[in-house]
């Protein structure tokens, strides 16, 4: 099974950094993603880890510790067009097949 | 290139009735994968298409289900519709390996009266 944890809401300042946290269980860890979800929009893809470390990808990092189930996403420069729901994804092997389970989400507001 | 089609945009039913949304997916990816998501709830994992198989599927009751065409288009279908249907209902589409990340349509907006 999957139990997938991030903070619910997050306020940050316009030009600042901003980490959210997302912490999770799962018996076949086979990657986890970060999606970006603005109000009523389709979720796009952010970043994919598989392997221990950092992935920096332009003003957005991603990190992950399979020992420690948990993965961060840093938010760097943050701009007013940063507001949005971030969304943490674990994919598992299970039974034979991949499924991938999604966190609640962490809706982040940045202020000027 | 085009990106995930999703249709309707929105729909209203009363329960009971039966619905069937439809998705098309990126040229040349083979794996459909259906979330709902509710505001109390995220994105909840409904099932996955590969090849017109279904590789997966999530905790949703039978009265969930979905089909896969050979040109990679699926479908999804809920019968005996219950207000706690109404939802956002999300496609997503990848080329099916490892490590690909998947895109998402714009969604179905289903309520339920």
């Known amino acids: 099974g999957q139990n997938i944890d991030q903070p619910t809401e997050m306020t940050a300042t316009e030009g600042a950094i901003v980490q959210i946290n997302c912490t999770y269980q799962?018996?076949?860890?086979?990657?986890l993603f970060w999606y970006q979800q603005h109000a009523g929009e389709a979720p796009t893809f952010l970043s994919y880890?598989?392997?221990?470390g950092l992935e920096e990808k332009g003003r957005f990092s991603s990190f992950l510790s399979r020992s420690k189930g948990y993965s961060y996403l840093l938010l760097k420069e943050l701009q007013m067009k940063d507001s949005a729901s971030y969304l943490c994804?674990?994919?598992?092997?299970?039974?034979?097949?991949?499924?991938?389970?999604f966190g609640i989400g962490t809706k982040l507001q940045v202020i000027p | 290139k085009a990106g995930v089609t999703q249709t309707p945009r929105y729909l209203i039913k009363t329960r009971g009735q039966q619905v069937t949304l439809s998705c098309s997916p990126i040229?040349?990816?083979?794996?459909v994968s259906w979330y709902q998501q509710t505001p109390g709830q995220g994105l909840q994992f409904l099932f996955e298409?590969?090849?017109?198989?279904?590789?997966n599927k999530g905790n949703f009751p039978g009265r969930f289900s979905g089909r896969q065409f050979s040109n990679s288009r699926s479908e999804m279908n809920v019968s005996t519709l219950e207000l706690g249907d109404s939802a956002l209902y999300l496609c997503?589409?990848?080329?099916?390996?490892?490590?690909?990340?998947?895109?998402f349509g714009q969604g179905t907006r289903l309520t339920v009266v």
């Open positions: 799962t018996s076949g860890f086979n990657g």
């Open positions: 880890n598989v392997l221990d």
């Open positions: 040229s040349g990816h083979r794996s």
């Open positions: 997503a589409s990848s080329l099916g390996g490892p490590n690909t990340e998947a895109f």
């Open positions: 298409y590969f090849s017109e198989t279904q590789r």
């Open positions: 994804a674990v994919r598992e092997d299970s039974g034979g097949y991949q499924k991938v389970t």
